[in-house]
Structures are given as structure tokens and as C-alpha cells.
């Protein structure tokens, strides 16, 4: 069955400097996400891509936050200058169409700051 | 608004057990409930969803019951299984906002043998 991949599995960086987050959705999916899940609490969306672009972002999504797709197979979430708060678990999820049934999320990349 | 409500926060079920988890929504814009199941140290996996013109759903052991006027949905496990022990997820989207979930806050199942 196909996957969502997402490097690295666990991500220790000190606060300030940038992290990027790497994610390979599946093939022929055209929609996009990232979530997080602080420890204990529950899944929160970030932003959603689509064609290219950001279709939508939380409020949580903020300047020092952005997502790329390099190079048709990628999809990456920078977080430039890392805070405490930033240490959660983060999510992947990709669609073939704009509704939920084809959502299918990777298993994540713990992010810890230090 | 965009608030979804889940309870209880940990539920404890014998094997053979019927599992009960509640979940409340305050935006009646919402039209998609799914809910989520997720295993420590993977990603949620969609377990079973409704769309609120119909006030049930059943797919195996696992059943969602959902009440418009109430807006309130709720997922059933008949004949729980320790296999079925994990973390699960209610969740509401609205078409028209790329179908973003806003999740409840997760409820802890343990289904001992």
C-alpha cells in the first residue's frame, strides 16, 4: 500500500537555528498538508498545498514558517529560527482530491528544541 | 466555533467490551466527520467517517452514530479487542476550506485481555 514518508523519525535542534522537515507524499496525490501534535494534545493543521501554492494556513503558520515543493516529488516544512514551543510532532498528509477519504498521513517527524 | 469536543480522555474496556467515545462540534458548517486511530509513534490512519445526512454509519465492529440537531457524532467498537487498544481522534471538515481537519483532543483506548 502506498506511504507517506517523512525523514527524519526524530529531529534534535537548539533553538534559533532553521530545521527542515522532508516528506514524500504519494505519487499521485495533488493535495498537500502538514499538522502537528504537541505531546499529549491533539493534532492541529498547519497549512494545505495545492498547485504549487498555499491554499490555506492556520494562525500557527506564521512568518517563520514555509513549505516547499523543490521538485515534483518533495514537500518540505522550514521552520526558520526554532523556538521551544516548536518541539512537537510533525505530520504529513497527502490527498488525490479535495476531500478527507483520501487522506493519508505519514508516521511523522519528532521534532525536540533544545 | 471551529472547536471540536471529545470525551472522555482515556477509557479503559475488557476484551468483548462495547467502546464508546463522544464527540460534540459547535460549527454546523461542518459536513465531513471522520475518526481517526493512531498507534504510538505513527501517524493517524482513518478508521471511519459520516457525512451528516445520514445518522449512521457501520463499517465491521466499529459504528458511527451521529446526531445533526445535537451536533454531537460518536464511535462505537463492538467486541473490542486488546488489537484495537490506541489512541482515537474524532475530526470535523467543511468543503471550502481545502477540507482541513480540526480534530478533538484524542481519547485513549485500553482494551485489557
Redesign the interface.
Known sequence: EPEVTQTPSHQVTQMGQEVILRCVPISNHLYFYWYRQILGQKVEFLVSFYNNEISEKSEIFDDQFSVERPDGSNFTLKIRSTKLEDSAMYFCASSPFSIPNGYTFGSGTRLTVV | QQQVKQSPQSLIVQKGGISIINCAYENTAFD?F?W?QQFP??????LI?IRPDVSEKKEGRFTISFNKSAKQFSLHIMDSQPGDSATY?C?A?L?G??????????TLLTVNP
Open positions: 465531513y471522520p481517526y509513534g505513527k501517524g493517524p490512519a482513518l467517517a481522534f475530526a471538515s468543503e476550506s481545502n477540507y482541513k481537519l480540526t480534530f478533538g483532543k484524542g
